[in-house]
């Protein structure tokens, strides 16, 4: 009896987990309200691309790019589950879509303040959307920063409580590096193009 009802718990934990898309790639459901047009044509790989000047990135940061993670993601991607890394010193120019009418921003900070219910200061001077703390909706903000410090850091939703819920991507600063590199999940980094 016991053995058989140990096996039906293990049986149903391994279905369910079958069933259960990995983080960040439930794309089954639909958010409502997207105004789409905000970003037709953006894909993952806009996250991250070189400047058009030498030693610069062009970061895009659709916010609710689809339903993963209830909205609250960047391209698609949540819980730093994308990783961004920029030599140290190079200038990063970022553009924030939000097609939602839900509010949401950017903000780049520690990586630990993604744990907090509020960020109130961009960690590299200009390096959030005005006003990050009631966010936007339904529109566009661009932002420059140039970080000059190596590091493990975090591109946020700076609304309160959705970085704490997942909406931020990994940031890392390096000074080893000497070109950007992008990471989905588990892939290997790429250089980016
Ligand atoms: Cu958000």
Redesign the pocket.
């Known amino acids: 009896m016991l053995r058989s009802t140990l096996f039906l718990l293990v049986f149903s934990a391994l279905a369910a987990s079958a069933q259960t898309p990995p983080p960040g790639h439930d794309h089954t459901m639909e958010i409502p309200g997207l105004k789409k047009e905000l970003f037709a044509g953006v894909t993952a790989d806009d996250l991250l691309r070189p400047g058009t000047t030498p030693n610069s990135v062009k970061i895009m940061l659709v ?1 609710t790019f689809n339903a993963a993670n209830y909205g ?1 993601n960047f391209n698609g991607y949540s819980h730093g589950k994308a990783v961004l890394t920029v030599p140290v010193g190079w200038k990063v120019d970022v553009t924030f879509i939000n097609p939602s009418p ?4 950017a903000i780049i900070c520690e990586k630990a303040d993604t744990k907090k219910l509020q960020i109130p200061e961009p960690y590299f001077t200009g390096g959030a959307t005005p006003k990050h703390l009631t ?1 936007q909706t339904m529109g566009k903000a661009e932002f420059s920063f140039t970080p000059d410090e190596a590091g493990e850091f975090a591109l946020a ?1 700076g ?1 309160p409580s ?2 704490l819920a997942g ?1 931020w991507l990994a940031f890392n600063v390096s000074a080893e590096a000497k070109v950007p590199t992008i990471q989905f999940g588990d892939q290997p980094a790429k250089e980016v193009k």
């Open positions: 916010a609250m839900i509010p949401h921003s966010g939703c609304f959705h970085a909406h």
